[in-house]
């Protein structure tokens, strides 16, 4: 059998066909109706006229049809295509006609933002709409998503090609948004090697061996629920929370809430036994800490013992927040993993025992750090440096040669990535990130890195969240700017702030402002929005 996801997720679907396989509120459904419901909607892209490497817009919240949509695209060997559901029509209009979008899957309350664009997306053949209630019938010619369900029959299953496209889009860091592409073979590989040690097995050469020991494991009750707690679209959730644990044979448990309700998700977590939940950083795990303690001063404590691995990628986790989490729940494991569209790059594992840290890492085998003349920074010697991964790195950029050629180097024979992350290498070899490169201040000379300023910050008692920027300055060129907010009821000030940062960091560092917000801009998936907080310090210092 070939490494694909498809071929290998209807392999599993054959081997535990009752076991349920997802679960959105009261909706669930087994293995076997999972892979007759993808097979049926696969039929409906096929009906359309889509063919393989077919590029299929997914413009939903999360949900059962966002992984139906997803495995469907991967069965008819087309391309299943992240849309943002926070954009609006001339993001959307981008995306989907940057991306050759042929079909698009949305949410009845997106309906409106798909009405005002389609006129300029020629190429689209097929829309599929999720009634969520809202009120459907907005888009012309859409078909609704169950009907497309109930018209066709399965698609029969299919040949595919390790060389077949999958793609993820990245924006943020990237300037307007890009489709990272990599071949599936090399992807399913490599999630495989990644899920299977959670299981307490090596990952088979053998595409074929996953069913028969992914069966083993739910024979003797070890099977994984996976509750991705970021959004499907981006990496974080889809990769971490849904498409590695697939691979598994793991129950994917998703959330109603469409932003992070910490009460729904412990509820959740304890009435469906998660074993495993994926969040992004201090903006979901201080939430989850703070619904952990009410509950427990109210006398209903929640009772997480089937909680096994807590999973964290896209920010900085912070030791002091993770130490909080191991102290409530005694057992979990916190995997806390440095990566990007663009590779993965290390881990840290932080348990009761295994002191936590911040932004310190063990990379993977194949990572390296170099100079901005390719030279590879030796450990310990205190120079900054370029984060490249190895191992599985993307084929490039959708329709960006000069962008991939930029982003996807070889250095001394081998294949690396570049996403942007600079850091140091420790003596032991850890790596020590220290952010992305596109967001350094440069105050007074001295290059800053925001993420270290922002962690002490966040350090001090009463802050909740924070941001830092470089804001335009005569004297400094960039000024240090932390756009901070507060728990409720501390009463914190600038100067209270500035001074404990100048206790953790060398002066030069520490904020020249302080600005208290309400919230600080963060996308759904808890990543720092820099744009927007820049813009906000903007407004408020004029």
Request: charged share 20%.
């Amino acid at each position: 059998m070939e490494h694909h996801f498809a071929s290998v997720w209807e392999s599993i679907a054959d081997v535990l066909g009752e076991h349920t396989a997802v679960v959105h509120g009261d909706r669930r459904f087994t293995w076997s109706q999972y892979d007759e419901r993808a097979s049926r909607v696969a039929a409906a892209y096929d009906a359309a006229g889509l063919r393989p490497d077919s590029k299929i817009g997914l413009f939903l919240y999360n949900g059962n049809e966002y992984l139906e949509a997803h495995y469907a695209a991967f069965k008819m060997r087309g391309v299943p295509v992240n849309v943002n559901y926070r954009y609006l029509d001339e993001e959307l209009r981008y995306l989907l006609d940057n991306a050759d979008a042929e079909a698009l899957v949305f949410h009845s309350s997106l309906g409106e933002r798909v009405a005002h664009v389609l006129p300029m997306l020629p190429k689209l053949k097929l829309l599929v709409e999720v009634d969520d209630g809202t009120g459907s019938g907005q888009v012309p010619g859409a078909v609704r998503y169950e009907d497309a369900i109930a018209a066709h029959t399965p698609m029969p299953r299919i040949a595919r090609s390790e060389d077949d496209i999958y793609m993820l889009y990245t924006g943020g860091t990237t300037g307007m948004p890009k489709g990272v592409m990599y071949d599936m073979g090399g992807l399913t590989r490599s999630f495989a090697a990644l899920g299977f040690p959670l299981l307490g097995l090596t990952p088979p050469a053998d595409a074929g061996d996953i069913a028969g020991m992914v069966k083993g494991v739910a024979d003797n009750g070890g099977r994984l629920i996976s509750m991705p707690c970021a959004p499907l679209m981006h990496g974080t959730g889809m990769w971490l929370g849904a498409m590695i644990p697939h691979l598994g044979g793991a129950q994917i448990v998703t959330l109603q809430s469409r932003s992070l309700d910490p009460d729904e998700l412990l509820r959740t977590a304890v009435a469906e036994h998660v074993t495993n939940i994926t969040i992004v950083g201090d903006a979901f795990a201080k939430p989850i800490i703070a619904a952990i303690d009410t509950a427990a001063a109210a006398g209903t404590p929640y009772d997480l013992s089937q909680l096994k691995l807590i999973v964290s990628s896209g920010v900085m986790w912070t030791a002091e927040v993770k130490e909080q989490l191991i102290d409530r729940i005694e057992h979990v494991m916190l995997l806390d993993a440095i990566g990007s569209s663009e590779g993965s790059m290390g881990n840290s594992i932080s348990m009761k025992g295994l002191p936590p840290a911040t932004a310190k890492f063990t990379s993977n085998p194949t990572t390296r750090v170099f100079t901005d003349d390719d030279r590879e920074v030796q450990p310990g010697s205190d120079e900054v440096g370029m984060v490249a991964a190895g191992g599985m790195v993307p084929l490039g950029y959708f329709k960006d040669e000069e962008k991939s050629a930029r982003t996807f180097r070889t250095i001394n024979g081998t294949r690396y990535s570049f996403p942007g992350d600079m850091a140091m290498v420790a003596a032991d070899g850890s790596l020590i990130l220290l952010g992305r490169g596109s967001q350094v201040i440069n105050s007074g000379g001295e290059k800053i890195f925001p993420e270290e300023v922002e962690e002490a910050v966040k350090r001090v008692e009463g802050v909740l969240d924070c941001l830092v920027v470089g804001i335009a300055d005569d004297k400094f060129g960039q000024a240090v700017t932390a756009v901070a907010s507060l728990v409720p009821g501390s009463a914190v000030t600038e100067a209270e702030v500035i001074a404990a940062v100048k206790h953790d960091l060398a002066a030069f560092k520490a904020p020249k402002r302080v600005l208290f917000v309400a919230e600080v801009p963060r996308a759904p998936n808890g990543k720092a929005d820099y744009k927007a907080t820049r813009q906000m310090a903007d407004d408020q210092l004029v």
